[in-house]
Structures are given as structure tokens and as C-alpha cells.
């Protein structure tokens, strides 16, 4: 397994997944079969993480965030085939993974993005939604503790980085409004364990 990204069964960690055409393709065609197979519209959000296997043609492994015509949020896994050739593409099989399968395979990608180093730290986007998810459970847990009337509201996340540690741990500066009082800059730690439990693990407020 080692350097290669090989995964049990063949498959590839596909890491450039957001900008790999063939990829955002496959997610597409997989999102409208099944939507055709459960007779409603259904709407590609994001390509979570993506694994390819090489065969009489590419296997694409995927891990999708869909929404209905309702805008419900759904996650899926869906394998796609693609034949050698002008051949169709065709929709192996989709389920709905666990949070734990999810939690796997996204980590997988990020660990390979680091290099495989679980201890180190990388920059992500502020508006990502497990950020804006990490940046609102630790406003909740500062408002709990704080003896004020106003909670703590996130107004922006200034800065976030994510390391890989048995779950996910997040280092961030969030800007948070209470009520009439000045915008305060916090520097938080919050970590979220395999099964979605998250944890405010130190708080500061931010020197500069």
C-alpha cells in the first residue's frame, strides 16, 4: 500500500478530484441515473472523494453530497464504469454510506494530500461547510459558557486549518458578534472524533 495510494481491491486515491474532468463527468452521469432511477431531479453539490481502478476501462469510485428537488442534503457512494472506447458509461452501484465509511474515505484523500503525515496541519477554506459546522459548535459552546444574555453568532472565519487524528481536529480564528457588543476575533480548537461528536478543546482570544 505504501506510497503508491493503492487501495484494497485496486483502486487509486484520486486526489486533484475537484479539477479532474473525467471525475466531475462521472459524478454527473452517476447523480442523473439515479435520479432517473428514483424518478426525481437530483442536483451534483460536490465531489467528496473520488477512487479510480483500472480495468477494460476505469472504475470510478465516488463519494457524492447531492441535493433533491427539495434542496435535502444527501451523501452517496456510487461506482461508475467507464468502457474502453466511445463506449456509455455505465452506474454500477450506489449506496448511502456511514458516517464512518464516509470518514474513511475522505480521510484518505487528505492524508494523501499531506503526504500521509497525520500530525501535520493544512490550510483550508473558510467557507467550507465542515468549517462553518466546527466555527458554529464552538460560538455554542463559548455562548454555554459565557454568562451574557446574547450568544455568540459566527459573523466570519478569518482563519482554518485541519489536521487527521482519529476524526478530524480544526485550528481556527472565527469573528463572532454578541448582540450590541464589539465583533470579538477567537482563536479555537475543535475536534470532531469518527463518529461526528465534536469537542471545544481550547479557546483563546486572538492577540492581534
Known amino acids: 500500500m505504501g506510497g503508491s495510494g493503492q487501495l484494497l481491491g485496486g483502486y487509486k486515491t484520486h486526489d486533484d478530484h475537484s479539477n479532474d474532468a473525467r471525475v466531475q463527468e462521472a459524478a454527473k452521469f452517476a447523480v442523473e441515473k439515479l435520479g432517473e432511477q428514483r424518478n426525481e431531479k437530483l442536483d451534483l453539490i460536490k465531489v467528496l472523494s473520488a477512487h479510480t481502478q483500472v480495468v477494460a476501462g476505469t472504475n470510478y469510485k465516488l463519494l457524492l453530497d447531492i441535493a433533491n428537488s427539495s434542496n435535502k442534503m444527501e451523501k452517496i457512494e456510487a461506482t461508475v464504469y467507464e468502457p474502453l472506447g466511445n463506449q456509455e458509461k455505465q452506474l454500477t452501484s450506489t449506496r448511502n454510506p456511514t458516517p464512518d465509511q464516509i470518514e474513511q474515505q475522505t480521510e484518505a484523500t487528505s492524508e494523501r494530500k ?88 481550547s479557546s483563546s482570544p486572538a492577540t492581534s
Open 114 to 201: 499531506n503526504g500521509g503525515l497525520l500530525g501535520g496541519y493544512k490550510e483550508v477554506s473558510t467557507d467550507d461547510d465542515e468549517v462553518m459546522d466546527a466555527a458554529k459548535f464552538a460560538a455554542e459552546q463559548l455562548s454555554q459558557r459565557s454568562n451574557s444574555l446574547y450568544p455568540f453568532k459566527v459573523k466570519e472565519v478569518l482563519q482554518a486549518k485541519t489536521k487527521v487524528a482519529n476524526g478530524r481536529i480544526f485550528d481556527l480564528a472565527i469573528k463572532l458578534s454578541q448582540g450590541d457588543l464589539p465583533d470579538q476575533i477567537m482563536k479555537v480548537e475543535v475536534s470532531r472524533d469518527l463518529k461526528n461528536t465534536y469537542l471545544l478543546t
